[in-house]
Structure formats: C-alpha cells, structure tokens
Nanobody, 119 residues
Framework: QVQLVESGGGSEQAGGSLRLSCAAS?????MGWFRQTPGKEREGVAR????????VYADSVKGRFTISRDKAKNTVYLQMTSLKPEDTAMYYC???????????????WGQGTQVTVSS
C-alpha cells in the first residue's frame, strides 16, 4: 500500500502557472494526475513511469502541463502553465504498484487539491 499527499493547488488567473506536488509514502511503478469537476467523469491528465520517466498527456493539456518525478523523494509534480478557466477542477494524484497496468489504471489516490482559474 501507499499513501499519497498532494499540495500546491490554489487560485490563479488565466495565463498563469501553478505547480502541484504529490508525495508517496513508498516506491511506485507509475504515478499520475487526474482532474474532476462536478457532474463530470474523472479525466486523466498526465502520467509518468517512475523508473523511466516516460510520460503520457491528455490532449487538452499537451504543451501546457508537464509531469515530472523525483525518484529519491517518491514525489511527482505537475507544472501547469498557460492556465485556462476550463482547467478549473479538483486535481487528484494517483499511483500504481503493478507493472503492466493500463495507461490510466491506478490503485491508490490522494485526497485531491482544488485548482481554480479565473478569466
């Protein structure tokens, strides 16, 4: 098992930047970020393999968001730039300990951190 603790959410104006952090209590195979707004399904935003650094992004954030990791700290980051009002959501960190799982398949979740982007 692993516990995830997110930080770094907040409010920002459109065009601005925010960085989210997620610290895991142990080693992981991959970590990712999802987001969800009321009444909508949770959306995968980005994921990274802990060992290789290989990344995948949702089309909606490509070129604006960057996921990275610090293996020594078991921490993953989401650098969000050129923020848009439609990026407003609760952002969740996720982790998987199982090799071979699907791209957006995760078993462990953080408590979420709110990101609000105003126009």
């Amino acid at each position: 098992q692993v516990q995830l603790v997110e930080s770094g959410g907040g409010s920002e104006q459109a065009g601005g930047s925010l960085r989210l952090s997620c610290a895991a209590s142990g080693s992981t195979v991959k970590m990712g970020w999802f987001r969800q707004t009321p009444g909508k399904e949770r959306e995968g935003v980005a994921r990274i393999f802990t060992a290789t650094g290989n990344t995948v992004y949702a089309d909606s954030v490509k070129g604006r968001f960057t996921i990275s990791r610090d293996k020594a700290k078991n921490t993953v980051y989401l650098q969000m730039t050129s923020l848009k009002p439609e990026d407003t959501a609760m952002y969740y960190c996720a982790a998987n300990l199982r090799p071979g799982a699907g791209t957006w398949e995760f078993d462990y979740w953080g408590q979420g951190t709110q990101v609000t982007v105003s126009s």
